[in-house]
């Protein structure tokens, strides 16, 4: 991305990430079970326990997916959205990173998500590059919420 569009949408995501999990309509209950059941269908189709959230934001998929996966590694662009992700349980690392370019080995990952995010990207062909890059042969991409016609 660009940093014009970089900047954006860290000014725009540090704004709003201390009352993100509150007002955003992601959180309410019946979205969280409806995404919910679709990470429980991803997990039974993958390979093996490791998932990467690509702009993981303050956590929305690491949340509903902690108790499915062996590991969660979440990357953002923004601090203040990564400084609300529930880590406590020691199998969730969060890292500043560019989503297009993750500081991950080829092959590392069984399941890579990306929820709500990658309309906010400039280029999204970086984003499924990156992606297939650190999938592991066999592995499983959950793409979710794309309001954009491309997707």
């Known amino acids: 991305m660009t940093r014009p569009v970089i900047d954006a949408n860290i000014e725009v995501h540090s704004r709003m990430a201390a009352t993100y999990n509150t007002s955003e309509p992601h959180f309410r209950p019946e979205n969280q079970a409806k995404v919910r059941e679709r990470l429980e269908t991803v997990r039974r189709r993958a390979p093996g326990g490791l998932m990467l959230d690509l702009g993981c934001g303050t956590g929305f998929l690491i949340h509903l997916g902690i108790d499915l996966f062996d590991e969660i590694q979440g990357v953002d662009i923004t601090q203040a959205m990564i400084d609300q992700v529930d880590t406590s349980t020691g199998r969730v690392h969060v890292q500043l990173s560019p989503a297009e370019k993750t500081p991950f080995d080829d092959e590392s990952f069984d399941v890579v998500t990306a929820y709500s995010f990658i309309h906010h990207t400039?280029?999204?062909?970086?984003?499924?590059?990156?992606?297939?890059?650190?999938?592991?042969p066999g592995g499983i991409l959950y793409v979710d919420l794309e309001p954009n016609r491309r997707f």
Request: overall charge neutral.
């Open 122 to 136: 400039e280029d999204y062909s970086l984003i499924l590059k990156e992606a297939a890059r650190v999938l592991k």
